[in-house]
């Protein structure tokens, strides 16, 4: 039997359905897991009906794998249009520094916000425990359309660097910046005990300049 799209609502929320389901499954995936997050409690803590699980999603595989690609997009559209923005400042000429900068803004602005930052973590921990992802979906939703963006950026801004070695370059700033985060939280979970001051901007002036310069000593390399 057809599920009726008026029965599915219970309340007058403004708010889609699908948003309320999302953010509902979102927050129990975190707390309780996978499994320890049922279609009944993601639906009542949602206000909707059961059904409306499968008729939004398909059940809770595919709404666990939407709970992810909502955040996996919005990360993706932020490098890719920080990319954008950038390369049209300047008259299409934007330093190298700008660039890295613009990358190094849109991959931490999302991780910033704590509340976002908490249950991002949450979910990539539950995950790395509990693989329930399609393997190539990190792949083909953010990591290849980046890496193509910032390639053609990097080999605008610094025309001397070899295509070949531009993966590794992207990979090498993608992993300072992850690891900055980590840090962040260490540094934020430490109550009472006596360490240096971090600074989440100072951090990242000097991720900039520290790779501007061997970016720069990479592209002005001689292949032997």
Known sequence: MAISHNNILKDGSDKPVQERLLDAAEELFCEHGFEGASIRDIAASADCNIASVNYYFGGKEKLY?????????????????????????????????????????????????????????????????DQRLPTNMFVEEIVTPTMTAMQGALTKVCPGLEGTKVPMVVFSIAGQLVQLIHIKAMFEQLDGVEMPKFDLTEAVNHIVTFSAAGIRAYAEEKTE
């Open 65 to 129: 794998t939407e709970v992810w690609r909502r955040h996996l997009i919005q990360m993706r559209n932020a490098r890719i249009g920080g990319i954008q923005e950038v390369m049209s400042q300047n008259g299409g000429n934007p330093s190298l520094e700008d660039l890295l900068r613009s990358f190094a803004d849109a991959m931490l602005g999302p991780l910033v916000d704590e509340n976002k930052t908490r249950r991002l973590m949450k979910l990539m921990a539950r995950e790395m425990i």
